[in-house]
């Protein structure tokens, strides 16, 4: 299976300040249809996910265009440029190209 | 306007089973992959497995494989997964999301396993 690795899995932010999170994966997640299947939520406490980007640099309807991703085959981020209250939760990566779909293990946003 | 509901908190038995439902508004399930995620206390998501209801087709992850039974019921728009032989660390959230990038979730089904 594919392995994600979320790094950090805790960051500290202020209100305003830039951050980018990581996400490294064992494997090239470029698919033979040319399509990257890499993706990033957002769960908020309490709640239930919600996506944020869409094959790794899609932004989703609806989403702040503070958030953006890029990368390609196994090395992956998403940043978020300017920091607002209502960022903070955890965040996945989740990968699609290789069956079983896989999980990153998260990285924590909390206020400084 | 999507919306997944999903059925309400379920207190099992070890050893027995639950199913859980999954009745999506606003959207075909025909036409889209219908995913089941789960979230144990204070942990991070774990991906159970995928229907695609048009065909009946699943995949499962590993070790969930003798755990959870997906199925799809396209007339009434809605999916389900059954979890049997209930143990406590099935005690989790779990969620069902729609489509190939999780763009749609259910607010989730909380399961405890207890006697």
């Known amino acids: 299976d594919v392995v994600l690795t979320q790094t950090p899995p805790t960051l500290s932010a202020t209100i305003g300040q830039s951050v980018s999170i990581s996400c490294r994966s064992s494997?090239?997640?470029?698919?033979?249809?040319?399509?990257?299947?890499l993706h990033w939520l957002l769960q908020r406490p309490g709640q239930s996910p919600q996506l944020l980007i869409y094959l790794v640099s899609r932004l989703e309807s609806g989403v702040p265009n503070r958030f953006s991703g890029s990368g390609s085959g196994t090395d992956f981020t998403l940043k978020i440029s300017g920091v607002e209250a209502e960022d903070l939760g955890v965040y996945y990566c989740v990968q699609g190209t290789h069956a079983p779909w896989t999980f990153g293990g998260g990285t924590k946003l909390e206020l400084k | 306007e999507v919306q997944l509901q999903q059925s309400g908190a379920e207190l099992g038995k070890p050893g027995t089973s639950v199913k859980l439902s999954c009745k999506v508004s606003g959207y075909n399930i025909r036409n889209t992959y219908m995913h089941w995620v789960n979230q144990r206390p204070g942990k991070g998501l774990e991906w159970i497995g995928r229907?695609?209801?048009?065909?009946?087709?699943?995949i499962y992850a590993e070790k969930f494989k003798s755990k959870a039974t997906l199925t799809a019921d396209t007339s009434s728009n809605t999916a389900y997964m059954q979890l049997s032989q209930l143990k406590s660390d099935d005690t989790a959230i779990y969620f069902c999301?729609?489509?190939?990038?999780?763009?749609?979730w259910g607010q989730g089904t909380l399961v405890t396993v207890s006697s």
């Open positions: 494997q090239s997640l470029l698919h033979s249809n040319g399509n990257t299947y």
């Open positions: 999301a729609m489509n190939h990038w999780f763009a749609y």
């Open positions: 229907i695609d209801p048009a065909n009946g087709n699943t």
